[in-house]
């Protein structure tokens, strides 16, 4: 008996680090661009970023575009110390409703927060972030030139990621935020192992032409892709 509980315990502790093992390969492979992307309809004069920060990545676009006026969505009242006005980006990221809410910072992170939104969340949301300057590419930030077509993809892409009200706005989640130039909103979709935010990112990119890995859940895979 106690040499069966002993297998028993060895094959689970195989399983335990196995999978995250195989989960890492996979993303691995994931990072590999399966297609050129889409055609340039155009000349590519639309610059967006892709900012990581270690581990989830957002992607930032022109506030203010013929294809799209974010100064539409993005409301001066949303933001109570920052102006959308003055902003030259705007920067998207999404993921676990519960998990941005309630672990502000790394510090707060839990083995149950982290679990909660792999496994069972409860909701999503859309973290906008104001940015008043220009990034500087290099370590975890990334440059892209769009043309306008490509780059009208990626705003519905972007729009479609918000759960929105009567008015056809997204729905701002009030009294949260990290910082004076930051808003949470609303979202769709559920947070998962294979719908990360990274991916989520990915999706995003893909759907304007962008090549880029068909699975990046990780942010290096994405940037690799780029």
Sequence with gaps: MVRRLGRLALAGLGVLVGLPVLYLLVAL???LPLSPGRPVAGPATVTIF???NGAHVDILVPMRHPVMDWGDWLLPEHYPEGNPFMAAYA?????DRDFYLNTPRWTDLTPVAAARALFASRGSLVHVTLWYGTPLPGGGVRSLRLDPAAYGLLVEG???GFET???GRPRLIPGYRYGPADAFYEGRGR???ILTCN???ARRLRAAGVAIGWWTPLPFGLLWSL
């Design 91 to 95: 920067g998207f990221g999404w993921g």
């Design 199 to 201: 991916e989520w990112a």
């Design 50 to 52: 892709v900012v990581s």
């Design 158 to 160: 972007l729009k479609a």
């Design 29 to 31: 492979a994931g990072a």
């Design 165 to 167: 009200g009567d008015a």
């Design 191 to 193: 947070y998962s192992l």
